[in-house]
Every structure is written in structure tokens, then in C-alpha cells.
């Protein structure tokens, strides 16, 4: 998963033709490092898309656009717009995450 640090970066990885797949986390997140350690699987699952992870504290202006109210979140993009929005309240477990990935791509 490639980390993106500049708003600049992040509209260009987001106006591909195809989906991609944003997780929004921060360092100081528990929930984000519960996550951390399901995630591995599930990327390597739907390893046919491009993953990106924006720590939300470094790009506050991009979570707000998006409206990133709660961490870790999973957002999908394509054509520069958003498809798709997993909240932090749906995310707690590998199922949830699939489920939504399912659903959205």
C-alpha cells in the first residue's frame, strides 16, 4: 500500500479509469492499527487494484472534502470521484471490509 503525502498526489492517483482503493488512518488510531493487522489478506485478495493509505492528520483539508469524519476509513475513487465510502463504524472487521469491497467494486 503506497502512502500519499501531498494533495497534489492524491488528485492524480485518484482520477484513474479504474477503481482505486484509499484507506484514511492516522498514527495515533487504535482502530487503524486493529485494522493493520487484517488488512494484509484482504490486499492480497484484491490485489487488482491499486491501494493508497493518507494519514488524515497530514492531509486534513483531502478528509474533509471527502467527508473522513471517523478513522480508518476506505474510500473508493475513479474518475477523480468518489464511488464509494466505508466509515469507521463499519470497518472493525475483516467481514465488514470485505463485505463492502464486494458490494463497491
Same mark, same amino acid.
Given at each position: 500500500? &503506497?502512502? =500519499?503525502?501531498?494533495?497534489?498526489?492524491?488528485?492524480?492517483?485518484?482520477? !484513474?479509469?479504474?477503481?482505486? =482503493?484509499?484507506?484514511? @488512518? *492516522?498514527?495515533?488510531? #487504535?482502530?487503524?492499527?486493529?485494522? $493493520?493487522?487484517?488488512? +494484509? $489478506? =484482504?490486499?492480497?485478495?484484491?490485489? /487488482?487494484?491499486?491501494?493508497?493509505?493518507v494519514n488524515r492528520?497530514?492531509?486534513? &483539508?483531502?478528509? &474533509?472534502?471527502? @467527508?473522513?469524519? +471517523? =478513522? #480508518?476509513s476506505i474510500l473508493i475513487f475513479k474518475? /477523480?470521484?468518489?464511488? *464509494?465510502?466505508?466509515? !469507521?463504524?463499519? *470497518?472493525?472487521?475483516?467481514? @465488514?471490509?470485505? &463485505?463492502?469491497?464486494?458490494? !463497491?467494486?
Open positions: 500500500m &503506497e502512502t =500519499i503525502h501531498t494533495t497534489d498526489t492524491f488528485n492524480k492517483t485518484i482520477e !484513474s479509469d479504474h477503481p482505486v =482503493i484509499v484507506k484514511f @488512518e *492516522a498514527d495515533w488510531c #487504535p482502530d487503524c492499527r486493529r485494522m $493493520d493487522m487484517f488488512i +494484509g $489478506d =484482504i490486499l492480497e485478495e484484491y490485489n /487488482g487494484y491499486k491501494w493508497y493509505n492528520d497530514e492531509l486534513p &483539508e483531502i478528509a &474533509e472534502k471527502y @467527508e473522513v469524519m +471517523g =478513522i #480508518p474518475d /477523480g470521484n468518489k464511488q *464509494a465510502h466505508l466509515h !469507521s463504524a463499519n *470497518a472493525k472487521t475483516p467481514e @465488514e471490509v470485505q &463485505e463492502f469491497l464486494q458490494a !463497491s467494486l
